[in-house]
């Protein structure tokens, strides 16, 4: 450290003195340092030989500024600055070293330091430095400058990537768990129904007050309700495996969908390759189209499913020669119980649960189910799949 020079312009220091601690293993460097800092502009409230040592200083000492010794046994100065801009991130860190080692000085300057200047500077550039850490600012030893900036404007670059990177890999995750819960707060809301009717016929029964015939009807409806029911748990089982994925071949997958039904025909492209899907939610999407496709046909209307490639993608295509979706029923029909029928006509079976279970479950897995077309002719269903 060479003796102060004449001062260079700066901003007037604060109304009272600059609380400093000197943080250095080496004691002569340190009496040097509190020679250099007492001025009428600052005043040593300390002095710590090791990173540990002015950890446990500072809250009790309140330090505006902190000059750091770089390599120090026990705890460096890249480690105290981390630790110490955690606790007191208001507290400026002006790093002290007597070497230019471009990795160091960048590593203490990641870590929070306010400036770097070497032990060899001259007196004054460590004064500066002192001052500029209260106010904010930052000096650097014109050394290292060069280098270390544009090693600092790489990394920040890559910083800057990286939280980009992590920042929608979160929004991701937030999404999917976000339609995971959706659909099993739907099929919560739909268990409650079968369940509710299963319990009224049972109170019936165990009254003993109805005729035999009576008895048969409420047996026979109980019966239906809790397979109805059973199917749900099925369906409710599925929200927990959409996750686990593995490539799969869909046409085969659409082609046992099919062979339930001779009215569906399977058109895939032979181009299109496997994608990352749950298997088993995968199958059950394509019967819950299917099976919607069904029973809003003709018995002797067809249905087709068709299976192609898009730039970002596949697309799942199922067709029927249905009477179509009225225009105010279109959005509705993928909310729970939900159908395109009212209540009192209506003759096709069924809760109104198959398109909100085949919206969500294919969400889960970063796809959609929109209806793409619909009219007196026919009725389209689109599911939409990412290739992984």
């Not at 890559?158 to 959706?182: K, P």
Request: with cysteine.
């Amino acid at each position: 450290m060479r003796a102060p020079s004449a001062p260079r312009d700066r901003v007037a220091g604060p109304p009272r003195p600059v609380k400093v601690l000197v943080v250095d293993d080496n004691a002569g460097f340190r009496e040097s340092l509190l020679a250099l800092l007492a001025t009428d502009e600052m005043v040593v409230v300390g002095e710590a030989d090791c990173g540990p040592k002015a950890l446990e200083l500072i809250p009790e000492l309140q330090p505006d500024v902190v000059l750091m010794d770089v390599r120090m046994p026990s705890m460096d100065g890249i480690e105290t600055t981390r630790q110490l801009k955690n606790r007191h991130p208001t507290i400026g860190v002006v790093a002290l070293t007597g070497h230019e080692d471009q990795d160091i000085v960048r590593d203490m300057l990641v870590a929070g330091a306010s400036g770097y200047v070497l032990k060899d500077s001259d007196g004054q550039q460590i004064l500066d430095a002192v001052l500029e850490a209260v106010h904010g600012g930052a000096v650097i030893s014109p050394s290292v400058t060069p280098s270390v900036i544009e090693e600092l404007t790489e990394a920040l670059a890559r910083e800057r990537r990286r939280a980009w990177d992590l920042e929608r890999a979160n929004e991701a995750l937030v999404e999917r768990a976000t339609s995971r819960q959706d659909m099993v707060a739907r099929l919560g809301h739909e268990l409650r129904t079968p369940i509710t009717v299963i319990l009224g016929m049972a109170q019936i029964l165990a009254k003993g007050s109805a005729s035999p015939e009576e008895r048969e009807e409420l047996l026979t409806r109980l019966v239906a309700r809790a397979a109805s029911l059973a199917r749900l748990v099925e369906r409710l089982e599925m929200t927990t495996a959409a996750g686990l994925t593995e490539a799969v071949d869909l046409a085969a997958i659409a082609r046992e969908v099919g062979a339930a039904s001779g009215r569906v025909r399977v058109d895939a492209d032979p181009r299109v390759p496997r994608v990352e899907v749950n298997p088993t939610v995968a199958h059950r999407i394509l019967e819950e189209l299917v099976d919607n496709a069904l029973r809003f046909s003709g018995n002797d209307d067809p249905v087709t499913v068709g299976i192609s490639r898009n730039g970002g993608g596949v697309e799942v295509r199922i067709s029927d020669h249905g009477p179509g979706v009225p225009t105010e029923l279109r959005e509705r029909i993928f909310e729970p119980l939900e159908q395109g029928e009212p209540l009192n006509v209506r003759i096709h079976g069924g809760v109104g649960l198959g398109l909100s279970v085949a919206r969500a479950a294919a969400r889960a897995m970063d796809g959609d189910v929109v209806l793409e077309r619909t009219g007196p002719d026919g009725t389209t269903f689109l599911w939409m799949l990412p290739w992984s």
